[in-house]
């Protein structure tokens, strides 16, 4: 046999072959690593091989130095796009002097010019998943050719694109541990699998007409709608959706339930079927074009749509009815319209390719599930719990294994994104932690759950969980839990939870700490240590955190939501609040803002006046039974919620008196208050006083306020304008007083209400000009969906207890 030794020196070279082992971590499986080292290798003309195992992806080359310094440096700078290389470490060790290698004695693998895939090897180490991906420019070429092999193909992918975490069943990532393990390639999906120099080579998805998934139509029980299968499936599901039927629609991450968005009897029909309320449906609009009359469309915001994670976009509505004209159902009473393109090939069939007949190019596309529930995923699972909801199901066979629901993120005008849910596209992609932690597991709130791992400086988000209200939410929760561990290779020696005790995330922890310590962190506190972790800040200095949501378990047992905590990783101390008042019935005032108006009515000694929007929203018994409980203090907990402040002068000013979903009033304040907001530049004033321990901020003259302007006839846009430049006022001015006091220039805005667009820009802009440094979230959500990341790191910086 030929050895590099003899051909160096028949070519007058010295004998210097090395030969490293270079092992490469990070989002590295399931990316085409494999299939790039191979083909960056034999182009150096390289010896050796390459295989996934549970640290990443180890190659071992051999041969001329130079080519083996070059292999050593390209490896990481010209890696495949999907791909995210955290780093790099070389070994040497001793050549073997072959031209070629084989594959490992008794397995399958692929070689070419001395160079091998091997198949996965099992071990110990950590790789990172990466996400689910939009299909790929390349992809969608194919699939509207119709010469070419995968013409209208469901399910084509590709090395750059298509289903990754959703399908993934174990480490190391290929296509014995994913969904597809169950549809064995035909001879010429086979040859492109084998082939280096196609796009498909070694892509674990990969698939064909032939030996793919195949897609069905099934319609509801009793109908006398047509099944269907393939090509038929789709036509008939596109007549359907023209002619205003509902569907569930089986994607990467679970069911969608889709309509024509333009048509109002269908969308109705799905809020009702769907006892959605008034919560904003999202859209899927054809293609960027159509989401450019939806709404409006910047560059920053066309780029996140057209980009590789394709997450619901929220976009700023139109002040006018120029544009498609969506049916007012989609999304009554909020400023914006949630839209995203289609990111799989079953979408962009669904739409029609050029020459099928037209359908509607927006449609609705809202999460499978009964409001409160998980996404579903299952097929059967599909038929029974979406059974009443849908007209019909377009699915599949090829399995969900990780439930994942569509990311929301929103822009800011500095052009920077706001992720408002992690979830698709972007879970389980990891975070930089700003120290090492020990193997931890956050366990994240009742609401928008998400739960978090970390080790050493790396942190992994679940996806979105939902809430943890019922057996199914917490089912689905244990469920996510398990899949990370099973993904990242973290086994948690230490657990992290809220402090309310009767949240069930809580109970969970408890129930399951198995001896290991277990941190209760304060609610707010994580809130502020989330971002505090996300900007990558030590915890060496305190920063001012104003936490503003809706609802947070107290020290105090209070519910408190307005805080100005002075906070580090280790601590706090609750420098500011909004001023207690009572919460009339618990989760019965949250659903009726306007008895949370009269609640801070008369807490500010203000008549119950007839003339008052909120007052007259109540039944004279409903305004009896509160009063009663009012004095005598009834069911009744203080709170010094921003939220509930929101959803009081939301019902105060005429907006808002019941809501239906969580936060609702205040989404449609802040609606009110953007159709003012360029015309409008003054603003209430809050009141400041000391407190015992803190300095109370005082919402009593904002009230006097806008009963003042109610009764001189000024519209709820302006009073809604002027209350939110009141807040970031207010926000400024506590910062201020903290630095004089503390010397804090550093100012973080976190909690659900800066999920407020108008609010969270007006206190940045006031709070930067002042000359602070402010910290806001942009990866890890606002709300509760970043509150694990926080607990995380409070826990690991506490350790044992």
Not at 140 to 153: M, S, T, W
Not at 177 to 196: H, I, N, Q, V
Not at 730 to 741: G, Q
Request: proline content about 7%.
């Amino acid at each position: 046999m030929t050895t590099l030794a003899d051909d160096r020196r028949k070519q007058g070279f010295p004998c210097t072959a090395v030969r490293r082992r270079v092992t490469v971590r990070g989002v590295v499986q399931g990316v085409g690593f494999r299939p790039f080292v191979h083909t960056l290798a034999t182009g150096l003309g390289l010896s050796g091989h390459v295989a996934n195992n549970a640290a990443g992806v180890i190659a071992e080359v051999e041969g001329d130095p130079a080519s083996v310094e070059a292999f050593c440096l390209r490896v990481g700078t010209e890696a495949p796009p999907l791909a995210v290389v955290s780093s790099i470490t070389h070994e040497a060790m001793h050549p073997l002097g072959t031209a070629d290698e084989p594959p490992a004695p008794g397995t399958p693998g692929t070689s070419g010019r001395g160079f091998t895939i091997r198949p996965s090897e099992l071990g110990e180490g950590r790789t990172l998943m990466p996400p689910d991906t939009a299909t790929c420019d390349d992809c969608l070429r194919e699939l509207a050719d119709p010469a070419d092999r995968r013409y209208r193909h469901p399910f084509i992918t590709c090395t750059h694109c298509g289903p990754r975490l959703t399908i993934a069943t174990a480490l190391p990532y290929d296509r014995a541990t994913t969904t597809m393990a169950g549809f064995p390639l035909c001879a010429d999906c086979a040859r492109e699998y084998g082939d280096p120099a196609d796009r498909r080579f070694h892509a674990q998805p990969v698939a064909c007409l032939v030996c793919g998934p195949r897609l069905r139509l099934t319609p509801a029980a009793g109908s006398e709608l047509p099944y269907g299968e393939g090509e038929s499936a789709l036509t008939e599901a596109r007549r359907m959706l023209s002619q205003g039927a509902i569907l569930a629609v089986k994607g990467i991450g679970g069911y969608h339930l889709a309509c024509d968005a333009t048509d109002s009897r269908a969308v109705a029909t799905l809020r009702e079927r769907k006892a959605r309320g008034a919560r904003p449906f999202a859209v899927m609009a054809a293609d960027a074009g159509t989401a450019a009359r939806l709404a409006r469309l910047g560059p920053a915001e066309h780029e996140i749509l057209t980009g590789r994670r394709r997450p619901i976009v929220l976009l700023r509505r139109f002040d006018d009815e120029s544009g498609v004209p969506l049916a007012p159902e989609v999304c009554p009473g909020s400023p914006d319209v949630g839209v995203m393109l289609p990111y799989t090939p079953l979408h962009h069939l669904l739409f029609g390719l050029p020459g099928d007949p037209l359908g509607p190019r927006v449609l609705v596309m809202t999460s499978g599930n009964r409001s409160g529930e998980p996404i579903v995923t299952g097929d059967e699972e599909a038929l029974d719990r979406l059974d009443g909801l849908a007209d019909a199901w377009l699915w599949h066979d090829r399995a969900i294994e990780v439930p994942c629901d569509d990311s929301v993120v929103r822009v800011r005008p500095d052009g920077s994104e706001v992720v408002l849910r992690r979830s698709r596209g972007y879970a389980p992609a990891p975070l930089a932690l700003p120290f090492a932690v020990p193997p931890v597991m956050a366990v994240g709130g009742d609401l928008k759950n998400t739960l978090c791992l970390a080790e050493d400086d790396r942190a992994w988000f679940s996806a979105h969980i939902g809430d943890m209200g019922d057996l199914a939410g917490l089912r689905a929760f244990e469920a996510a839990g398990h899949r990370l561990q099973m993904l990242t290779g973290v086994i948690p020696e230490l657990l992290a939870c809220d402090r309310h005790p009767g949240y069930h995330s809580v109970r969970w922890a408890r129930r399951h700490r198995d001896g290991r310590p277990l941190h209760l962190v304060q609610h707010h506190h994580a809130h502020v240590a989330s971002v505090m972790a996300e900007h990558g800040l030590d915890g060496s200095r305190p920063v001012l955190g104003f936490a503003f949501d809706g609802t947070g378990y107290g020290d105090d047992t209070a519910i408190w939501g307005g805080e100005v905590l002075l906070a580090d990783y280790g601590g706090f101390r609750r420098f500011a609040h909004l001023a207690y008042v009572p919460l009339p019935g618990g989760d019965a005032g949250v659903g009726n803002p306007c008895r949370m108006a009269l609640s801070r009515l008369r807490t500010a000694r203000i008549a119950w006046d007839d003339d008052l929007p909120c007052v007259a929203a109540c039944t004279p018994e409903e305004r009896h039974l509160l009063a009663r409980q009012l004095v005598r203090g009834t069911a009744c907990v203080p709170t010094s919620s921003m939220g509930r402040l929101f959803d009081a002068v939301s019902s105060l000013a005429g907006v808002c008196h019941r809501a239906v979903y969580e936060a609702q009033a205040a989404v449609e304040l802040e609606a009110a208050a953007a159709r003012a907001w360029a015309d409008c530049r003054d603003a209430y004033a809050f009141g400041l006083r000391r407190g015992q321990t803190s300095a109370l901020l005082d919402a009593e003259p904002v009230l006097r306020s806008v009963v003042h302007d109610l009764r001189a006839g000024t519209g709820p846009e302006v009073i809604a304008a002027r209350f939110h430049r009141a807040v970031a006022d207010a926000v400024t001015s506590l910062a201020r007083l903290a630095r004089r006091e503390t010397g804090t220039s550093t100012v973080a805005l976190t909690g659900g209400v800066f999920a407020n667009a108008l609010l969270d820009e007006a206190c940045s802009d006031r709070l930067e000009a002042s000359g602070f440094t402010v910290l806001r979230h942009r990866e890890v959500p606002c709300g509760d969906g970043g509150l694990a990341l926080g607990q995380l790191v409070v826990a690991a910086r506490l350790g044992s207890p």
